[in-house]
């Protein structure tokens, strides 16, 4: 399948290639996904089935992918790309997927123009040590900063790229003559890389000042004919000021390069945060540090190093003793160890003294040789009893798992988190390299994986708080208020939570928002007129609203049924308030009239008693 048809991770479609490495090819892509270009990063296949490769890169993917600062390129995603081979089988390429920056590196702008202007030169120098400054925080050394692994974009930020291939290279590479990419790095390198000793991130900062010398001057502070000869000189000679070179550059930087270049690492600049201040200082006219200003004043006292001359090929005359019979340099000139001595007029004695040299040089070669395979096994021995165990720390809170690493010396660690439903928010749910391996600590780099909380949180009960506390409580869950929503209820009392959207229980991403129903402490009336004088009591106590009942009669309306209301329906009124329902009641029966007597005439009473008052007998006539 052809680059430009193959799509990685059913996302990213590979595209032109824009640039090659060492170990790498990198290709223009695109996130079909997001919408955006990428540059994604591929490990040659012809290294793919390299053990030592893979896991360089894959640690190189893990370890950039902790790192998120400004002026270091950023890498989004990684994963393996399965390719079949001529002979039908199936090889894993693995592919890092990151930032694509338009701009050029700062080999191509050194190609094109030479060296930068001072300002300029100090300004992109800064961003670097940032960018390193940040990395070394996290436990990262670059090891390979170098003009190529520079990008300056269009608008002049600086991006440092590449994190962790000149460990890898290191890795397979058995001489420094290798491949052109080690070339090229043997110009940056520091003393202590050149004589295979443990790196730190001063050595770092050692990169950064020849890359710094560079910039000013146009050429690295070491050139040679080989890697080898480039990295002797760092070891074993002293630069020359850059003012040697470029008389235009005032004393301030030349104390600053030759501080940041100073063989022993202790005696270079500690911290990234230390350089870059003092090229601030000489950028705003201020006084450098006192540490800077003592290599001026240490230079003077010991250093004697010569400019050689200006072909690239060219050493320094201190760096390679003349031959016995070549005549000695001109005071001034340049050494002349690298031209052949004058022609004898005596053939036999030149034929003897050859045959001697021959021999003493086969002396040594096997010296050398010897020694050099018993230092290979001691050095074998050396590192094997150097390795420590990885101690167990799955499940411990990150800074007690950073405290047993270091315990074991293993101060490189990189961390990146993931969300985990079994352990606990700021501990640690995998490591690699796994419990009980032997590494050796200069040469590993513990990766971390820390729980960054549960996948999902359950909507807490909010009832009755205020929009404060409510707002805490969700963001102690890592949750988020999205809006608060007004509502007319007696349920809570004012300015207090109602309820939430989602409901009590109902599961959320972490950062989902919440929608908070705040209680304005009033209630709408209801409408009461038709209802009976009971549901209308029972509608106004299910709102927290006090029935009020008078009545009144009328035949217009069935008794018992609510006429009237105070306040009418539809208004506002704090709950708890007072509602008066009018009540219909019969009218009382009108009264029957009463019939008037009618007189008739009556005889002439008859006493009832006697004078003595005896009753008279009652006489009925017959019938």
């Known amino acids: 399948m052809s680059a430009e048809s193959l799509l990685l991770g059913g996302r990213y479609e590979v595209g032109e290639l824009i640039g090659r490495g060492g170990m790498a090819e990198v290709h223009l892509g695109h996130d079909t996904r997001l919408g955006r270009p990428v540059a994604i990063k591929m490990l040659r296949s012809d290294l793919a089935r390299d053990q030592s490769f893979l896991k360089r890169f894959r640690r190189e993917a893990q370890s950039s ?13 990684s994963g393996e790309d399965h390719k079949t081979e001529s002979g039908g089988a199936s090889v894993a390429v693995p592919y890092m997927v990151m930032e694509f920056v338009k701009g050029r590196t700062l080999r191509e702008i050194l190609t094109e123009r030479g060296k930068l202007p001072t300002e300029e030169a100090l300004r992109v120098t800064e961003g670097v040590l940032d960018a390193l400054g940040y990395s070394h925080r996290m436990g990262i050394v670059h090891r390979d900063i170098k003009p190529a692994n520079v990008m300056i974009s269009g608008d002049g930020s600086v991006k ?30 520091s003393p202590e890389q050149a004589q295979g000793q443990t790196v730190d991130a001063r050595s770092d900062l050692y990169s950064a000042g020849c890359m710094l010398y560079e910039l000013l001057t146009g050429r690295p502070p070491f ?10 000189q760092h070891v074993g000679e002293q630069p020359i000021p850059p003012s040697a070179i470029e008389d235009s550059l005032p004393e301030e930087i030349d104390a600053v390069v030759l501080h940041s270049l100073a063989k022993p ?7 990234a945060a230390s350089f870059r201040g003092d090229l601030q200082n000489i950028r705003l006219g201020r006084a450098i540090s006192p540490e800077a200003a003592a290599s001026l004043a240490a230079l003077a006292a010991g250093a004697t190093a010569t400019l050689s001359s200006s072909e690239p090929t060219e050493v320094y005359a201190a760096q390679t003793r003349p031959r016995d019979d070549a005549p000695p340099a001109p005071v001034g000139g340049h050494a002349t160890s690298t031209f052949p001595a004058a022609v004898s007029r005596e053939p036999r004695r030149d034929e003897h003294r050859g045959r001697r040299r021959a021999m003493i040089t086969v002396a040594v070669l096997t010296a050398l040789a010897i020694l050099g395979f018993g230092a290979m096994q001691f050095r074998a021995m050396q590192a094997e009893a150097a390795k420590v165990a990885v101690p167990a720390v799955e499940g411990k809170p990150l800074p007690t798992a950073i405290a047993d690493l270091r315990g074991s010396k293993l101060v490189t660690v990189t961390q990146r988190s993931e969300r985990s439903d079994r352990v606990p928010e700021g501990s640690v749910i995998s490591q690699d390299p796994k419990p009980g391996v032997r590494v050796d600590p200069s040469e590993t780099t513990v990766a971390l994986v820390v729980s960054s909380g549960p996948s999902s949180v ?6 009755g708080m205020t929009v404060p506390e409510a707002t805490a409580a969700l963001e102690k869950l890592k949750l988020t208020v999205g809006k608060t929503e007004k509502v007319n ?3 809570q009392p004012k300015d207090r939570v109602v309820s939430t959207v989602p409901k009590v229980g109902e599961s959320l991403e972490p950062g989902g928002l919440v929608t908070l129903n705040v209680s304005t402490g009033q209630v709408e009336v209801p409408k009461l007129t038709t209802m009976t004088q009971d549901e209308a009591s029972t509608a106004l106590l299910a709102i927290g609203l006090k029935p009020k009942t008078t009545y009144r009669q009328t035949d217009q309306a069935k008794e018992g049924t609510v006429i009237a209301q105070d306040p009418d329906e539809g208004e506002l009124v704090p709950a708890g308030s007072e509602v008066t329902i009018r009540v219909a009641q019969k009218l ?15 005889a002439s009473p008859s006493p009832s008693v006697t004078p003595t008052g005896v009753p008279l007998p009652t006489i009925t006539p017959p019938g």
């Open 65 to 77: 992918a902790g790192l998120n600062h400004s002026s270091i390129v950023a890498v989004y995603d």
């Open 160 to 189: 440092v790229m590449d994190f962790g291939i000149a460990r890898a290279i290191a890795d397979t590479a058995a001489t420094m003559t290798q491949t052109q990419a080690v070339i090229g790095t043997a110009q940056y390198l």
């Open 223 to 232: 050139v040679g004919d080989s890697p080898v000869s480039i990295a002797y």
């Open 265 to 271: 690492r202790e005696d270079r600049y500690q911290d």
């Open 458 to 463: 359950a909507v807490p009960e909010l009832a």
């Open 489 to 491: 209820t007696h349920l």
């Open 588 to 602: 009382p029966p009108k009264p029957s009239p009463t019939p008037t007597p009618t007189p008739s005439p009556t």
